[in-house]
C-alpha cells in the first residue's frame, strides 16, 4: 500500500509541475494563440507545453528569417508543427515559405520538362501569326533533313517564355520518333554546372554533344560566363559539330549581337566571343519571334 500510495504522489507532483509550466506558458499571448488554433486541449497542452513553446520560438525566428542560409530549425527549411489527426495529436515538420518556393520551381520545373520530353509538331499552336514564320522554317526542315544532308540549325530568340524551346523540342522529338534521329537537348546554365561538378562524366558527354545527330543549345546567354565555360565547353562542342557539318540549334533571350556582349564578359574578350558567334552563324540560321508569354 505504501508503493502504490508514493507512486501516486510521484504522478501528483508530475502534474503539479506540468500544470505549473502550462500556467506560465499562458502568461504569453502568443502561445495561447497556438494552442487555441490547432485546437489543443488543456490537458493535450499541459503534457506539450515544452514542445510548444520550443515550436512558437522557432515560429518566431522564421517570421524574422531573409532565407534559408538563415534556417535555425533542427530539420533545415522545415519547422515543426502540431496536426490533428482522428483526435490525436502528432508533430510532425512543416516545409517554410522558402522551402515551399523551391519546392514549387522544381514541380514547374519537372512539370515543363515532361511536356518539353512529349512535345510534338501535331501540338504546335498555329493560330499564333507571331510564330508563323518559325513554324514553316521547322516543317521545311522536317521535310528536307536527311543524315546524309548538311543542313543548318536555327538560332532562335526572343523574348522570355514565347516558347522558343518547345517548338524547337517538337520538331526534334518528331524527328527522333519518325526518322530515328538521336537528339539531345541540353539546358546550357546547368549543362554547365554538371559538367563541372562531374568530371567522371564529363568525357563521355562533351562526347555526346559533339556527336549527336541534333543537338538543342537550350538558353544560351543565360549562363554565367567563365573561359572554361566559353573557350573550352562551348567553342569546343561547336567547333566539333562545325566540322561535321551537324545541324544545332539554339534558343536565346538574346539576340546575336547581345549574345555576342554576354560572351565577351563586357568586352573584356571581345576576340573569344567573336569566335564562338562566327561559329553559331556557321551552324544556324537567325530568326527572332517575339511572342505572348506563354508562362503567364
Known amino acids: 500500500m505504501e508503493n502504490l500510495k508514493d507512486k501516486f504522489t510521484a504522478k501528483e507532483k508530475v502534474r503539479i509541475g506540468l500544470q505549473r509550466s502550462y500556467e506560465h506558458a499562458c502568461n504569453n499571448p502568443k502561445f495561447k494563440n497556438l494552442v487555441n488554433k490547432v485546437g489543443m486541449d488543456k490537458e493535450e497542452a499541459m503534457k506539450n507545453t515544452s514542445k510548444l513553446e520550443k515550436i512558437l520560438f522557432q515560429l518566431e525566428k522564421c517570421r524574422e528569417c531573409k532565407g534559408l542560409f538563415e534556417c535555425t530549425s533542427d530539420y533545415e527549411g522545415n519547422v515543426e508543427y502540431p496536426t490533428k489527426i482522428e483526435d490525436k495529436f502528432y508533430f510532425t515538420y512543416t516545409p517554410c515559405r522558402y522551402t515551399k518556393v523551391i519546392t514549387d520551381k522544381k514541380n514547374k520545373k519537372k512539370t515543363e520538362s515532361q511536356i518539353i520530353a512529349n512535345s510534338r509538331m501535331k501540338d504546335i499552336d498555329i493560330t499564333d501569326k507571331n510564330r508563323v514564320k518559325v513554324i514553316k522554317w521547322l516543317k521545311n526542315f522536317y521535310d528536307k533533313y536527311d543524315v546524309s544532308k548538311s543542313l543548318k540549325g536555327l538560332y532562335l530568340h526572343g523574348n522570355f517564355g514565347c516558347g522558343k524551346t518547345f517548338l524547337i523540342s517538337c520538331l526534334l522529338n518528331e524527328l527522333k520518333i519518325k526518322k530515328s534521329v538521336s537528339i539531345e537537348i541540353v539546358y546550357f546554365p546547368e549543362a554547365l554546372r554538371t559538367l563541372k561538378d562531374d568530371w567522371d562524366l564529363f ?7 559533339q556527336n549527336v545527330d541534333i543537338l538543342l543549345i537550350d538558353d544560351i546567354g543565360a549562363e554565367k560566363v567563365t573561359d572554361w565555360g566559353r573557350d573550352e565547353v562551348l567553342g569546343t562542342i561547336l567547333q566539333s559539330r562545325m566540322n561535321d557539318k551537324l545541324p544545332t540549334f539554339f534558343t536565346s533571350n538574346l539576340d546575336i549581337k547581345q549574345l555576342e556582349e554576354h560572351l565577351s564578359n563586357n568586352g ?9 558567334i562566327e561559329r ?8 527572332e519571334m517575339i511572342s505572348e508569354n506563354k508562362r503567364k
Open 203 to 209: 568525357a563521355d558527354k562533351m562526347f555526346n554533344y
Open 268 to 276: 573584356k574578350d571581345s576576340i573569344k566571343a567573336r569566335r564562338i
Open 280 to 287: 553559331i552563324k556557321q551552324l544556324s540560321e537567325d530568326i
